[in-house]
């Protein structure tokens, strides 16, 4: 653990809420904590001060997919995780050479990264740091994404391609169709949530901790990672620039082969002050 004090600066932002048409009903300023990490050649890490707290986790009967209930309280403990989705330029200070991305671009987020490698990113960010910096775990993941939020999506009912890249060509209730951009995004294009997260929905999934299960049967309630040793298939959250809006929902979860990376996968980092 490191023993240099953490620096918190204090942030403000707005986050948006719309209604089932998609239009913005609310803007919402809110404060945060966040410590930035100096990865050395002029790039930064920033990372939010996540308050903990309960929430029920999955989808209720009626919504949503098989592996996405039972519905259940869950408690997640204070955690820090990153505002952005890790970009080529972080991965590029800490990991020295950029994998293969098929969308280039240093404030482009990192794809093509298995679950394996995201791991390596975040050992080798831990021993420079003197941090314990992990994968987020899947419940805390969903926690951060939903922002105390209840509906589909942390700014409501359905989402639109102003607030997420997704494949704007589907709908999810009344809004109007949308942009299909057909790549990533650059980090902060899109309003944060209520915590002040970019990126939660759409744009790249993002590995989390967990081995894969089926469903929620025998899931941890206190934010550990679901853990299988040498699980061949783990989770990833949010959905991505190609997938339907209706994917992207807070509590879509998508088995994963650890060992492989695509265009459509990238992480973020977290971690415990203790």
């Known amino acids: 653990m490191s023993d240099r004090p ?18 913005i009903v609310e803007r919402r300023a809110h404060p945060a904590q966040q410590v930035v990490e100096d990865l050395g050649q002029g790039v930064s890490l920033e990372l939010i001060a996540i308050p903990g707290g309960p929430f029920r986790m999955g989808s209720p009967q009626g919504q949503g997919y098989d592996d996405e209930r039972p519905l259940h309280a869950v408690r997640v403990s204070p955690f820090f995780m990153s ?17 293969f991305c098929r969308f280039s671009g240093l404030q482009r987020p990192v794809e093509n990264v298995s679950w394996q490698q995201a791991r390596t990113f975040c050992e080798r960010l831990a021993k420079r740091s003197g941090r314990a910096y992990r994968l987020p775990t899947e419940s805390e993941w969903e926690y951060a994404c939903r922002a105390e939020s209840i509906t589909p999506f942390h700014c409501g009912p359905t989402i639109t391609t102003e607030l997420a890249n997704y494949n704007g060509e589907f709908t999810v209730l009344a809004e109007p169709k949308g942009v299909y951009r057909h790549c990533t995004t650059e980090v902060g294009s899109f309003p944060p949530n209520a915590f002040g997260l970019c990126d939660m929905h759409g744009n790249l999934w993002e590995w989390c901790a967990d081995a894969w299960h089926d469903d929620y049967v025998g899931a941890p309630t206190d934010g550990r990672p679901w853990e299988a040793n040498d699980a061949p298939h783990r989770v990833a959250r949010g959905g991505s620039w190609h997938d339907t809006p209706q994917v992207c929902r807070s509590a879509v979860r998508l088995k994963c082969e650890a060992n492989a ?3 459509l996968t990238g992480f973020r980092v977290a971690f415990i002050n203790t």
């Open 261 to 263: 990376g695509d265009e």
């Open 6 to 23: 953490l620096k918190l600066e204090m942030i403000k932002f707005e986050s948006v809420t719309v209604d089932e048409r998609g239009l």
């Open 83 to 99: 505002r952005y989705l890790i970009t080529q330029a972080q991965w590029q200070a800490v990991m020295g050479a950029l994998p």
